[in-house]
Structures are given as C-alpha cells and as structure tokens.
C-alpha cells in the first residue's frame, strides 16, 4: 500500500465516524433519489398528458366535416412539445416554456401554459431534480466534511509529524484528495446509476447520458480539489470553512443568478407587442390582394397570368384566389420567421454572454453543459418552435394548394355559394413529431462549456500541486 | 451607550464581520438599484407601447373609417392594456418577467388571446431574479450565520470566555452582542430599502410592511444562530449545522413542497379550455346561424329584438360565436382558475411552517408581482374586454355605422388602481416563527455556562422559559 492510499485510508476512517460526514451522504442519496424518482415520474406523466393531448388534436383535426381550406387555416392545429427523456435528469428550463404551441394561418402564436406562469412562486425556490442536487448541494457536503482535511492535521500538529516521518506535502494532498474524492464518488453513484439505466435502457441516447455522467463527475472533482487546496492554505479549520462556504455561495449561488440578471438589462429583448405591431405593420406594407390596383399584388397576378398563357384571372385553370393566399402567407411567414430568428439570436447573444462568466463561475459551465446534454436547454426549445414553425406552413400551404386545386374561382369567389372540399383530405396531412436535436449535434453544443470545466479542472490540478509542494516545504 | 459604542468598535475591528455587513450592504444596494432600474425600464416600455398602440389604431381607423364598418373595426382593432408595476415592486420582480405586464386584445374570443405568453429569455429567468426578496430569503441568513455562529465559540477558542462569564450580569452582554449584530444586519438590509422607498414614492404602509417581513424573517436566522451557537459545539460544528438548515430551509423543503403542491394540484384544464374553445368557435360555421344567435341572446337578451341576420355573412354573428365560445368554457376557466389559486394559497399556507417562503410570498404580495397579481390582472383584461364587446355590439346590433369619432371614444384601458393588498396572515406567519424563534435564541444566552453551552442546572429553567416565551408570543 502506498503512503497515498494509508493516508486516504486515514481520512475515511475518520469520515466515516463523522456524523456531519454520513448523516449529509445519507441525505444526499435519499434527495438524489427522489428527486430523480420525482423527475422521471413528471417527465412520464407531462409526456403521457401531452401525448394524449396531441391524438386528440390530431383527430379533431382529421374528424373535421367538410370544410372550405381556408376555415381549416383559421381553425389549425395544435402541437405539443414532448418532454425530452433526459428532463429526469436535468429539467433544464423546461418549467420555463410553454408546452402547447396553436398553429393558424398569418400568425405565429407562442408556446402557451408554462409552468412557471400556472404556478405559485414557489417553482422559483428552484426544482428538485438530481442535477439541483449535484450542482448545489453536494459541493457543500463536499466542504462540510473536507474543509478541516487538511487543516486540521495542521492544527493538531500532525502535519509536522508526517512530513518529519519523510511523507511528502504532496502525499498528504493527493491521499486526502483521494479520500474526498471518493466521498464525492459515493454522493455521485445514485445519479450514475440512473444515468446508466436512462442511457442503458434506450429511454435517452447514451452518448449524452454518459457525458452527463462524465460532467458531474468531473463536477464533484473539481470541488474535492477547491477543497482540499482550500484546506491546506488555512491555519484552521475554521477559517478554511469559512472561505469555503463563501466560494460556494459567490459561486454557485450569488453569481449564476446575478449574472444573467445583469445581461437580461444591458441587452434587453422587443415585446411581443411591439413585434407584432411592427411585423404587421411591415405586412401591411407589403401590399394589399384586395385592392386591385396594388402593386404588388398587381406584379403577382401579370406573373400568373404570363406563366398560365392567359389575359384574365377567370380563364385560369387553377383558384387565383388561392395563389394569392399561398403567396400571402409565404410572404408574411417569411417575414414572421424573420422576426423569430432576430428574436433567437438576441436570446443566444444573451445566452453567449452568460457563457463568457463561466471563466468567472465554473456553475455557469456545468450547468450549460448539462442543459445542453439533457436536451433542456434554450436551443432545444428553439428547436421545439422552429419545428412548429415548419409544420405550419406546411399545412397551411398545403391548405391553400388545396383552394388552389380543387375549387374554382367563379365558385370561391361568388358569397352566395357554400365552397366545401372533402373532410378526406384533412386525413392526408401528416402529423407532428418533434425530431431532437441528434447527439452528435449535442455534443459539439455540449464542448465548448466542456472545455471550460475542464479548464477549472486543470488549473485546481495545478494548484493542489503548488499547494502540496508548500505543504512540504513549510513543515521544514 | 459607552458599551454600545464599545461593542460596535469590537464589532468593526473584527475584518470578517465587518466585511461580512459591508458586502450585505452593498448587495442590497446593488439589489434594490437593479429593483427600480427594471421598474423604470417597464413603466418606460409601458409608455412607448402605449404611443406605438395609439399610432396603430390610427391606421386602423384610417382605413375603415369611410366604410363606417363596425365589424372591421372590432376584428382589426387592437387594444392595449397593461399591469404598471406597484410602487413596491422594486423589491421583489416576482413573475413580472415571466408573464406578460403588456398584452394586446381585440373583441374576438378572449380564452384565446389571454393566455399568450411575453418573449423572455427561459435560461435567464431559470436562476432567478437578484432583487431585494433574493438578498433577503437566500443571502441575509448566510450573513447572519457568517456574524453570529462564532459569538460564543470564538470568545471560548481564544479563551476569554471565562472571562466573560464571570463579569455579573453576562447574560446581557451576551445578548447586547446579539442584538447589536441583528441590529446591524437588518441595517444594512434596510437602509437601501428605504432609499429605493424614497426613490419610488412608495405609500408607508407597504414599506412599514416590507421592513417588518425583513426584521422578522431576520429575527428568525439570528434567533437559529443564537440557539445553535448556544449548544457549546465548535465553531465549525456551528457553521456546519447553519448552513445545513438554511440549505434545507431554503434549498431543499421549498422544492419539496412545490414537488408536493405541483402533483396534488394539477392544472391541465388550461389546455382542456383552450381545445374546448376552439371547437366551439369553429364549429360555429357548421351549425344553423340562428342557432349559435339563440345561445347568445340567452346571455345577453338587450340584443335579442335587433334586426334578425341578414342573408349573407354579419360580423354580429361572428363575434357572437366568439362570445358564445368563451361563453361554452366558462366552467373549465373556472376549473383552471381554482387549481392556480389553490397552488397560490398551499404556497401561502407552507409560509407558517417555512419562513423562507412566507417571506417570499409576503414580500411578493405587498410588491403586487404574485401569481395573485398575475390573476387580478388577468381579470382586469377580461373585465375590459366585456367594455370592447359591448362598444362594438352597440354598433353592430344596430346597424349604426362607425365613424372616426365614434371610434375615437372606444373604450380605453385603466388598470387597478394599486389594490389594497390583504396581507395578514402572511405576515403574521413570518411575524410569529420570526419571534419565537428570536426569543428563544436570546433566553438561551442568559444562561451560558463555563463550556459555553447551556448550562444542566438551567436545563429545566431554560425549558420553562422557552415555554414563557412561546406563550408570551403566542
């Protein structure tokens, strides 16, 4: 056995007599475990409710009568966003969006009944899910029972001991270091194994449990070494705690909620109220079809009627009036998803920003990369209301080409007479399915927050090694 | 006064306290700036909109005002309404960034427009806003246990405990100690709370208010400070068991209970409503016209002898069948309605066991920024959207064109007046765990012994007076 594992050895014996030491493991696992318990069960159930909600919304669509096309745009569809599978793990801001997305013609709704909006303030104490578990509360554990690792030796004059039986300062850093680490080890394997039975079990894509599994691991490590060097530079215990507690709230509670607090005011995001005056404003602009004499819209029909070979809309073998209306949303859909995508990427700017402090907190870094390993991040959402987006004017379209194929212009346009096309074809559109984003795609999301963690890592890696070297030369 | 003045130099000269309550200072200050810097940034973008509206319905009624086409107007006309933020809210943002404070509505069918959520930024609005209520509920006790879990352990670790307990009349300094520390912390807490107050014109009673939830809930983390530095352990045994009861009491049983709360109180009838509505509405262009005109006379009989419908399309049928679509799920917005106020008044009841969250409620409640606020709001729109409908089936149900200055004396939105908040039993919940738990804190300290614990003898003494003390409170 070597001097490292006699020490590490040591330092478990006394953890274990510790009550600090097994009660707060005791109560970690017991958390872990129910709040994954919680979270997988919530996960299931949103999804069996959205699931129900989404065939209902799918038969009301095709048990429609027979319908002009043009009052199934305006009666439209509903669409749900599934929870992703990982969401049992890291709920991510998944309480933070809307779940029900309604989809008509010429509008772009948002995503309705968040949890955050249908639930007291309670929701904002934070959610237990074992991500919560591992960010905050088992680095504290972590200090509670290593703060004195090293100080205490110091303390009780052992150290002098040790270091004059010829064990060097860096051997008693990397035992101790040992020690906590596999403290930290026993804290992390009840979210190990329910990452392992997610990843294992085919509920989630394993690549981006593992690398759940690898960041919190990395995680915990990262805190074993903060507290072990933090440890050895004290006199006293106490004092080493002390510092400790004042890391961890500077940087797991203080800072992650200041931070973006601060990049919500210097980079403000437009009102929906604004953007839909000024989206709408820019339609209005963009030309009238009732007015004949519009530009626009004049431009479009000569277009129509060059491309068909004939002088009068009538003559037209297709519906004019439904071109107009193909050309209407493609026209107004574009200019709304112009809207939406300067909307998305002033949220990434902010989301870039934030990124940035994760050289000033190492919580901003994991909690990226969690979020964005679990699927529950903002670009997954993005993903959610692009997909929306895409479905819709699918439909829609495919509504007006209905108008345009199957009715006649005399017929559409003529107020006195009931235009109807079989409820048949409303059973012909295909139904939604939210495609998430492909691990490969998470994983080159997931990297850049990876490598700052790493980062953290390697710069504690260097200074437990100073702060070994200093132990040893102190003691002299 | 000398003594006073004695301890405060202790106080000062000691680099961690006063470190400790100059950053408390300065996070509040920073808190409370932010507070009303967000407060300004939406009474601002409440007054552009309110232009940018102005200027739309201009365009609006540019349009249809030659036709004098009511129905036109009510479709294409929006109106704005908006929740100003209270005089109060700078210190707690609560949902207000979540939830809408602006939202446009026109007279069709309401169940379909109010729901609509504001672009934010989820990630952001994920870890919580850093307003005064955060200072408060999550950082203070922190500042509390950083100044008090050493207060009888650090006199016994640098040895001048003995000393001090032999001076007669102990148990006073021992609690002039402590309430000198509370008295400093709830400054530094309140200082900056009065002078965003001040900025902010906010009315006295909410802010005599907001500082009785700031001493109480205080009271409370000293009063668990004293009793936990009173038991004789460590210093680091101290801080040890502090922070794993703020941990649990701030971290841990509040998600628990939403966990709780959340499961036992489901609210997916909002999702049923909105199916249920949209069927309703369209559905109306399959059934006889007349039909859906009977099921609305039912509610609104003073329309019932107009003009019958005319053979061709009539925008009174229209917007009736909107109406009668609200109308049809009036018992699932009721239904969703209960289940958001049950969650808010289980939230309010969990704030007599958990003073974290009775202050955090109490604190919102008196800023107006609660999911009660969120409600009454809602309510307000919806009381302002029955004046739009009524504007434009005067119109309608008349045949009586529009004109332009018949449109420019449309209803207007007025919001709440800043309601009277009934806060009561929230405050007397945090009031009261605030007491007692600072009570007991200080008559633990009357009787230190030599370990710097209670001491055996009192032990029967110090459970009396703990009782005395419940009962006096209580």
Known sequence: MTVVTRIAREEWRLLLRDRVAISGLLLLVLLTLVAALNAYEHQRSANAERAHYQAQANHAFEAQPDRHPHRVVHYGHFVFRPVNPLAAFDPGIDAYTGNTLFLEGHRQNTANFGDVRQSSLLLRFGLLSPAFVLQVLAPLLLIFVGHASVARERESGTLRVLLAQGIAGRQIVAGKLLALSGFAGLAVLPALFALGWLGVSGHAPWEQALLLAVAYVGWLLLWALVVVVVSSQFQRGRDALLALLVAWAVLVILLPRWLPDLVNTSVPLPTRFESAINAEREYKELGDAHNPDDPYFSAFRAQVLEKYGVTRIEDLPVNYKGLVGMEGERASSALFNRYAEALFELQRQQNALVDHFSWLSPTLALRRLSMTAAGTDLENFQRFLRQGEDYRYQLIQGLNQLQVDELVYADDTNPKKENRISHTHWQAFPEFEFRPAPPGNVLDRALPAGLVLLCWLMAFAMLIRVAGTRLGRMAR | ?474
């Open chain 2, 1 to 474: 006064m000398k003594l006073l003045s004695n301890e405060l130099r202790l106080i000062f000269r000691s680099r961690l306290s006063s470190c400790a309550l100059l950053l408390l200072l300065l996070l509040s200050s920073l808190a409370v700036w932010l507070g009303l810097q967000q407060v300004a940034q939406q009474r601002h973008t409440i007054e552009r909109l309110a232009e940018l509206q102005q200027k739309d319905a201009e365009a609006v009624a540019d349009r249809y005002a030659d036709s004098g086409d009511a129905g036109s107007f009510a479709y294409y006309t929006f109106f704005n309404t908006w929740d100003p933020p209270s005089d109060a809210a700078y210190m707690a943002m609560g949902m207000r960034d979540v939830a809408p404070y602006v939202l446009r509505i026109r007279a069709l069918g309401l169940q379909a427009q109010i729901y609509d959520g504001e672009t934010f930024n989820p990630e952001l609005a994920l870890p919580g806003r850093f307003d005064f209520a955060f200072v408060l509920i999550y950082l203070s006790p922190l500042f509390a246990i950083a100044l008090l879990h050493d207060l009888v352990s650090g006199e016994r670790q640098s040895g001048r405990l003995r000393l001090l307990l032999s001076i007669p009349g102990a148990g006073v300094l021992w609690r002039r100690r402590a309430a000198l520390r509370y008295g400093l912390l709830f400054a530094a807490l309140a200082l900056p709370l009065l002078v965003g107050a001040l900025a902010s014109g906010t009315a006295t009673v909410a802010i005599a208010v907001a500082l009785l939830i700031t001493a109480s809930y205080l009271a409370f983390c000293v009063g668990l400070s004293l009793w936990v530095s009173s038991r004789g352990w460590s210093s680091a045994a101290n801080a040890t068991a502090l922070m794993g009861a703020w941990t649990l009491l701030t971290l841990v049983l509040p998600t628990l209970a939403n966990m709780a709360i959340t499961r036992s109180i489901p609210v997916q009838q909002g999702v049923d409503l909105m199916l249920a509505q949209r069927e309703t509405v369209h559905g109306a262009w399959e059934v006889p016209r007349q039909e859906t005109m009977q099921q609305f006379f039912e509610h609104h009989p003073q329309w019932r002898d107009t003009a019958p419908l005319p053979e061709g399309f009539h925008w009174k049928w229209y917007l009736a069948f909107h109406q009668v679509g609200d109308e049809s799920v009036a018992e699932k917005v009721r239904a969703y309605r209960t289940g958001l106020e049950a969650r808010q008044r289980w939230t309010e009841h969990l704030g007599w066991l958990l003073p974290s969250v009775g202050a955090q409620a109490a604190l919102h409640r008196i800023a107006a920024t609660d999911l009660t606020a969120q409600l009454a709001y809602q309510d307000r729109i919806a009381e302002f959207h029955r004046e739009i409908r009524q504007f434009f089936y005067g119109y309608l149900f008349t045949d009586k064109p529009l004109q332009r200055e018949d449109f420019s004396s449309r209803p207007v939105f007025a919001p709440r007046a800043t309601d009277t908040v009934s806060i009561g039993a929230q405050l007397l919940g945090v009031m009261l765990l605030g007491g007692i738990v600072f009570l007991i804190g200080m008559a633990r300290l009357r009787w230190l012994d030599a370990s710097g614990a209670v001491s055996k003898r009192h032990h029967s003494r110090r459970v009396e007076a703990d009782l005395a003390v419940i009962d006096r409170v209580a």
